[in-house]
């Protein structure tokens, strides 16, 4: 690993975050694996510092195992915190004694994105590569970067500094349709008690340490029409393109409506569409055989007030006419918070920054029991999901910065 350019001090804790970091990349948690593995390992870290941890699993549609883990350390004496190890299952209550909307909650993914066609240095995208001030490897961007730097911060602040508890958040399936989160929600005691509380909830997806207020939701739906194989040149197939046919047709005259008619459109995100995005496969590659089946997609991005169920209905009416399968995918709600509110205008002062929106989603459309939510963390989300994706080490500099002065505010009254 390359030396640091930062100042002795500053470097210290970088080179220790690009350690973990380094670890955590290593891990190949591409969604349609385990994650089991690294919460075992975030779990080990975590309880070095004190906290405790509930490592939940379930299984999902695949038959794979997955794990959401929530940890948390309430403020007490650094003697007294318990070193025995993680533990799994219901956590201890925190204190009834804190506030409401007391503390600090993180939230992260641990899934990460296929890496087929990966080109950055080192040609493995899950052996991390330091070059040129930068963090190349699958996930050091979204979002095992802002993992590694959260826990570096708060090996920084000792439970004893503490008023208030510190929650660590790591979900599974969040790149395939927000899965981890809704088991979590629906599941875990742990995060009943951390709803309780009211913590100010980090979401720290990729924004640049720049805050964001608010972000559109996804959903979307597929469509698939079977037919029958036979030579082509019988009669003896049904092609299945043919029923799938007008609900293309469909799909491309909603998509302009979505673009030109801006009762579709909130220009307080860029762009201020519903980014009605679609495809289409038969999956043939050979012309003498009718298409027996045929798929298509659709995928859209809801804003606060436009949900576009109405341009879905017209889809699913027309999929039942055309004897077409119409199957809706989950996905997550819009967020909205307002940008006046204390806590972003607080979190504004402190990063400098201006309260802004984005486009994508996150686990904050489905943490909706949270009333102060806000999307912050290090990374620059045009590298998310390339085939070279990296994060800087300044970054992961100022991210430590940045979140101890934000974990600080909150949970230890300066």
């Not at 909650?105 to 899934?111: I, L, M, P």
């Not at 802002?146 to 911060?153: F, G, N, R, Y």
């Not at 399936?173 to 509380?197: I, M, T």
């Not at 990063?351 to 949270?370: F, I, R």
Request: contains cysteine; glycine residues 10%.
């Amino acid at each position: 690993m390359t030396s640091s350019p930062f100042q002795p001090a500053r470097s210290a804790a970088v080179g220790q975050c690009c350690e973990l970091l380094d670890s955590l990349i290593r891990y190949p948690t591409i969604s349609h694996t385990s994650n089991v593995d690294i919460h075992g390992h975030i779990a080990d870290v975590l309880s070095e510092l004190g906290f405790r941890v509930e490592n939940s699993t379930y299984i999902d549609a695949q038959g794979v195992t997955k794990s959401n883990l929530v940890a948390v350390r309430p403020p007490v004496p650094a003697s007294t915190t318990d070193a025995a190890g993680p533990s799994h299952g219901s956590l201890p209550p925190v204190d009834s004694s804190f506030p409401t909307e007391s503390g600090f909650a993180y939230f992260c993914h641990t899934d990460v994105v296929p890496a087929d066609g990966w080109d950055g240095p080192g040609g493995d995208p899950f052996t991390p590569v330091i070059t040129d001030g930068q963090m190349y490897g699958r996930g050091t961007c979204d979002m095992k970067g802002s993992l590694a730097v959260m826990i570096q911060t708060l090996r920084g602040i000792a439970a004893d500094e503490q008023r208030a508890p510190i929650w660590v958040v790591c979900t599974a399936d969040e790149e395939v349709g927000f899965q981890g989160a809704q088991q979590l929600v629906q599941h875990s005691g742990a995060y009943r008690q951390l709803v309780e509380a009211q913590p100010l909830a980090v979401i720290g997806e990729p924004t640049g340490l720049a805050v964001y207020h608010a972000h559109k939701g996804i959903t979307g739906f597929t469509l698939t029409s079977q037919g029958r194989a036979g030579h082509s040149s019988t009669r003896d197939g049904i092609n299945a393109n043919i029923a799938m046919v007008p609900l293309l047709d469909k799909l491309l005259e909603i998509y302009h409506r979505t673009e030109s008619d801006t009762r579709y459109q909130n220009d307080q995100f860029d762009p201020p569409t519903l980014s009605w995005n679609f495809g289409v496969s038969d999956s043939m590659n050979v012309v003498n055989i009718t298409p027996p089946r045929c798929k298509a997609w659709c995928s859209l991005r809801p804003m606060p007030g436009i949900d576009g169920e109405d341009l879905i209905d017209e889809v699913r009416t027309l999929a039942e006419a055309q004897g077409v399968q119409f199957t809706r995918h989950p996905g997550c709600t819009p967020f909205w918070c307002e940008a006046d509110q204390p806590h972003i205008r607080q979190l504004a002062s402190i990063t400098g920054t201006q309260p802004a929106t984005v486009c994508y989603g996150t686990d904050g459309g489905v943490l909706t029991e949270l009333r102060s939510r806000v999307v912050l963390g290090p990374g620059d989300i045009a590298q998310a999901h390339t085939s070279d994706e990296s994060i800087s080490i300044r970054q992961i500099a100022d991210g430590i910065e940045r979140f101890n002065q934000i974990v600080r505010h909150w949970t230890c009254g300066r």
